[in-house]
């Protein structure tokens, strides 16, 4: 990845995590994950050389001036914790490449080795069968069963098998290759609403993050979001059953109507 990686910054930090995050299913990471940088001091640390992963699939042009070719960003930022605790790192790619995935992951596991992080932390999306009205769990996944046991104490789902779509879930199989501990925070997302944003989720995995990395933060403006999106989906939810009852249903008459089954009743 030489070349590539571009660190500006040479922060002395105490013994750091890493929360890693790119969009997905529900934008659940990416809200979770910008919450924290906008709520915490958070200082630039560096990025990686987006042209290398991304092709520009177009220009924006203003006042008829065309501009240069925008690429998504791929960026690292670094906190400095109070409190006597680690420190964290945070990075967020505001999308994911086509191709060299794999690679894009070694490359953020390459700037957690060179600060020595402790434990590298991504977050996902888990559609259920849940109610956009339950409060979402929060399950748990990591690359050994030690940190599968410390995640338990903070009343994580476990679950069994399943699949991580993505970089929020490859760069795990990546940091088990190399021997880095790394694990998964995945909040559930009601399946028939996976295409909306849920910062109920988001919110969830906020909380349990928050308490695993000792921060603390204010989820205020978050669980006010999550309160108008949960109002949202119950708009969506209605409007999606009247449009079921109006395709696959008809008023009895018109089914009589239709299958001769309707008679006028005969006067005596």
């Known amino acids: 990845m030489k070349g590539i990686l571009k660190i500006r910054a040479r922060p002395r930090l105490n013994s750091p995590n890493m929360v890693a995050a790119w969009p997905g299913i529900g934008n659940v990471s990416m809200i979770a994950a910008n919450y924290l940088l906008k709520n915490l001091d958070f200082k630039e640390l560096g990025e990686i050389e ?15 001036v065309v501009e240069e070719p925008q690429f998504p960003q791929s960026k690292f930022y670094y906190w400095k914790n109070k409190r006597p605790a680690s420190d964290l790192i945070l990075f967020i790619g505001d999308n994911q490449p086509v191709s060299k995935g794999y690679e894009l992951a070694n490359g953020v596991l390459d700037v957690g080795e060179r600060f020595m992080v402790n434990r590298i932390y991504t977050s996902a ?30 009343n994580l789902v476990e679950k069994g098998n399943f699949q991580i779509a993505g970089l929020n ?24 609403a996976s295409r909306i944003q849920n910062p109920m989720a988001a919110l969830a995995i906020v909380k349990a993050l928050t308490g695993i990395l000792n921060i603390s933060i204010d989820t205020a403006e978050l669980a006010q979001l999550a309160e108008e999106t949960t109002e949202r989906m119950r708009e969506v939810a209605a409007e999606a059953m009247g449009q079921y009852i109006d395709q696959f249903t008809m008023p009895i008459w018109e089914h009589d109507r239709e299958t001769g089954e309707y008679e006028e009743d005969e006067e005596d």
């Open 169 to 192: 879930g490859l760069l795990l199989g990546a940091a088990r290759e190399r021997g880095v501990e790394a694990a998964c925070l995945l909040g559930e997302v009601p399946s028939y």
């Open 125 to 154: 999306a888990a559609m259920t069968r849940m109610h956009h009205t339950e409060l979402p769990r929060v399950w748990g996944v990591a690359t050994t069963p030690s940190v599968v046991t410390d995640l338990k104490r903070y």
């Open 50 to 64: 987006a042209s290398y992963f991304f092709d520009p699939i177009g220009v924006i042009v203003r006042d008829s």
